[in-house]
T-cell receptor, first 112, second 112 residues
Framework: NAGVMQNPRHLVRRRGQEARLRCSPMKGHSHVYWYRQLPEEGLKFMVYLQKENIIDESGMPKERFSAEFPKEGPSILRIQQVVRGDSAAYFC??????????FGSGTRLTVV | QQQVKQSPQSLIVQKGGIPIINCAYENTAFDYFPWYQQFPGKGPALLIAIRPDVSEKKEGRFTISFNKSAKQFSLHIMDSQPGDSATYFCAASYSGNTPLVFGKGTRLSVIA
């Protein structure tokens, strides 16, 4: 029973490029959450999705960021036209119900 | 607006000591309070969680104390070991499709 799988583990993008972060939740989990962590900071909520639905995107920047969780396949966090300030660790978590998150190991995005 | 305030930011204890990490919350609707442990390069892992109907919960060497009237909860680590050196995050949420709100974390170092 694999845990939450995130890939890639590390991603380097030049300013202006697009970054696509993938998250496969634990088997049987239908709730997916994306968080961003800056150095020496806590985890900041970005978006909460269920299959084919965005439930809460109150933490997501209005521009350049989007997320999806299709019926088939992993959840995708997309960042268009990346800037240096987007450099951070992005964590995905999944749960069977609304509590009891299991986190993945994260994707560390570096924008150069 | 920071809904969960965590202190201290960092903590150094001797092996065998009992580090205590404190969190205070503002939203009285919160009814789920977990603690997460994060090692460098890894995702946060759930340690222990409590609901407001109990004042204390113990799992192994980890204990949560909860004070509903003061809107505070704390993590105690008994007989701390160097392997406990990590960053600890408190969090809170309430029922009904709401995401976890995290504190900023406490970096714990247990020295031999």
């Amino acid at each position: 029973n694999a845990g939450v799988m995130q890939n890639p583990r590390h991603l380097v993008r030049r300013r202006g490029q697009e970054a696509r972060l993938r998250c496969s939740p634990m088997k049987g989990h239908s709730h997916v959450y994306w968080y961003r962590q800056l150095p020496e900071e806590g985890l900041k909520f970005m978006v909460y999705l269920q299959k084919e639905n965005i439930i809460d995107e109150s933490g997501m920047p209005k521009e350049r960021f989007s997320a999806e969780f299709p019926k088939e396949g992993p959840s995708i966090l997309r960042i268009q036209q990346v800037v240096r300030g987007d450099s951070a660790a992005y964590f995905c978590a999944s749960s069977y119900q609304e509590i009891g998150y299991t986190f993945g190991s994260g994707t560390r995005l570096t924008v150069v | 607006q920071q809904q969960v305030k965590q202190s201290p930011q960092s903590l150094i204890v001797q092996k065998g000591g009992i580090p205590i990490i404190n969190c205070a919350y503002e939203n009285t609707a919160f009814d789920y309070f977990p603690w997460y442990q994060q090692f460098p390069g890894k995702g946060p892992a759930l340690l222990i969680a409590i609901r407001p109907d109990v004042s204390e919960k113990k799992e192994g060497r980890f204990t949560i104390s909860f004070n509903k009237s003061a809107k505070q909860f704390s993590l105690h680590i008994m007989d701390s070991q160097p392997g406990d050196s990590a960053t600890y995050f408190c969090a809170a949420s309430y029922s009904g499709n709401t995401p976890l709100v995290f504190g900023k974390g406490t970096r714990l170092s247990v020295i031999a």
